[in-house]
Structure formats: structure tokens, C-alpha cells
């Protein structure tokens, strides 16, 4: 189990895990880097706002953005590690008023992204009752992980968040085996599988795991992913149109906004449906 290191002290409660932009300044229109693609219509290095970005932190084509070739940023989701670092981390102290934490700023908003990635599990793990085991040492990872981003800058800086996510993985791989044992189907095993373009419509994939696979494209429609293990699957155009990912484990916000839906998706409570499914 993961141990709290001695130079950081519990931070309770768990911070938000949702993007608040208005309390954010536009970490992830600045800090991060993206290349000419067909998610993004140009060139951007790390450390440069983007040309979009205006001087009250917004984006000035945020309601066009797909339309003007900046798919990728509509996939994007901090876990509310912008607001974390903006509001926390530096106290408020905006990288344009106070340019001498620009640097820094920048290079504690990955790592923060992460660790707000891992509490996202470890608390929709919680929630679970299969994985109550384990309940325990999911309790104590979460404190150790939220007293990590309570750490001030120099101490997030260089952080191993790898060490850490590598302990967690064991946890949550554990939580996926109890839940997914409760599933009715054939629990079907395609970890980390190329199943780019594959045809998977209305099949009952109930209590699979797909942690790692690449779905790119494939099609999933009307299939019964309820208890599948989607953490890490890379759901680009996956045709998820009428499928049932109602309690399916681990799936986040932007491989939902990544994917293709319909109005007849089920999707968990806790995630809000894509305005560009049809």
C-alpha cells in the first residue's frame, strides 16, 4: 500500500474533481503542447497560450471549437486540476500578474492532472459495494493521494506520480476483479487488445475488460457494456450509439466526449452526455 511521504501532510476534504474554468487560468490553453492534426488545426508549444485564449482566461471559440479544427480540446478534462493549481497550489496568483510563477505553474499542472485522475477512480471505486474487500486500503491510497495535491509547488514539481499510480493500478484492478465476478455474461478478457474498427455491435460484453484496448472506430453499438472495465481504452469515433455503459467501470468524461453517441446511449449518473451526439 502506498505510504504518505513525510513532506506532505494530509489534505482533506478530496479536492473537486470536475473542471472549473472560471476558477482556472486556462492551465490547459497554456502549460500543455499540441501538434497540427486532425484534432488540432495548429502547432502549439508547451508554455504558450494558445492564439484562441483572451485576457479573461476564456477561449474565444469555445462554443465553435470542434467547427474550427479544435477537436481535441472538447476531449480534454483536468479532473479539476486547474482550479486545484490555480486557486491552491499558487493562491491565486495568475500566471500574466505574477509572470515569475509561470514556470512553475506550468510544470505542477500535469502532475496534478494525474493525481486528480487517480482520486477519480479510487472515489468512484469507493462507491462500489462488490469492492468492499478492499474498501480499506482504497480509503487510505485516496488520503495519500489527496495530501499529495496539497503540496506546495517545489515538493509537486518532482513528484514520481508513476511510483504512485503503479500501487494504485494494483487496487483498482483488484476493484475491477469483484465487480466484474458479479457480472452474469462471460467476462471476456481484451486488456490492452487492438480492436481498432472492430465490429462489436449489440454484443453482450458485461463484465469485460478492456483496460488498455484501442477501440478506435469501432462499433459498439447497441452492445451491453454494463460492469466492463473501460479504464484506459481509447474510445475515438467508437460508435456508441443505443449502448449500455451504464455501470461500466472506470469510463470518464472524455472518452465519452471522444466517442460517437445517441440520445438512446445509457451512460453513468455521474457523467454529463456530449453535445455533439446525434
Known amino acids: 500500500m502506498p505510504t504518505t511521504p513525510a513532506d506532505l501532510t494530509p489534505a482533506a476534504p478530496t479536492p473537486a474533481l470536475r473542471a472549473d474554468c472560471a476558477n482556472c487560468f486556462a492551465l490547459c490553453c ?3 503542447p499540441f501538434a497540427k492534426s486532425t484534432d488540432f488545426a495548429m502547432n502549439k508549444a508547451a508554455g504558450t497560450p494558445c492564439k484562441n485564449l483572451q485576457g479573461d482566461f476564456r477561449c474565444g ?35 500574466r500578474e505574477h509572470p515569475d510563477t ?4 506550468f510544470d505542477v499542472f500535469p502532475v496534478m492532472r494525474q493525481l486528480h485522475e487517480l482520486l477519480a477512480y479510487l472515489t468512484e471505486a469507493l462507491t462500489l459495494p462488490a469492492a468492499a474487500p478492499i474498501h480499506a486500503d482504497l ?21 514520481d506520480v508513476g511510483a504512485l499510480r503503479q500501487e494504485i493500478n ?13 457480472s452474469p455474461a ?5 486488456r490492452g487488445a487492438d480492436l481498432m474498427g472492430a465490429r462489436l455491435a449489440g454484443a453482450d460484453l458485461r463484465g469485460a475488460t478492456f483496460r488498455g484496448a484501442y477501440l478506435i472506430a469501432a462499433d459498439l453499438s447497441g452492445a ?9 481504452a481509447d474510445l475515438r469515433d467508437a460508435n456508441l450509439r443505443d449502448a449500455d455503459l451504464r455501470e ?17 446511449t445509457r451512460i453513468p449518473p455521474t457523467l454529463a452526455r456530449p453535445s455533439h451526439w446525434s
Not at 462471460?186 to 481484451?190: A, D, G, L, V, Y
Open 248 to 264: 461500466a467501470l472506470f469510463l470518464t468524461q472524455p472518452q465519452l466526449n471522444a466517442a460517437q453517441g445517441s440520445p438512446a
Open 61 to 95: 471559440i469555445h462554443t465553435r471549437l470542434r467547427d474550427k479544427g479544435f477537436q481535441g480540446c472538447t476531449v480534454f478534462d483536468c479532473f479539476g486540476a486547474g482550479q486545484q493549481v490555480s486557486r491552491v497550489t499558487f493562491g491565486g496568483r495568475d500566471w
Open 139 to 159: 480509503r487510505q491510497a485516496l488520503a495519500t493521494t489527496t495530501a499529495a495535491t496539497g503540496a506546495d509547488a517545489a515538493t509537486l514539481i518532482p513528484f
Open 102 to 105: 509561470a514556470r512553475q505553474m
Open 30 to 32: 497554456v502549460a500543455l
Open 186 to 190: 462471460r467476462r471476456k478478457n481484451h
Open 224 to 232: 451491453d457494456l454494463r460492469k466492463a472495465d473501460l479504464i484506459g
Open 170 to 182: 494494483a487496487l483498482l484492478l483488484r476493484t475491477s476483479e469483484l465487480v466484474r465476478a458479479t
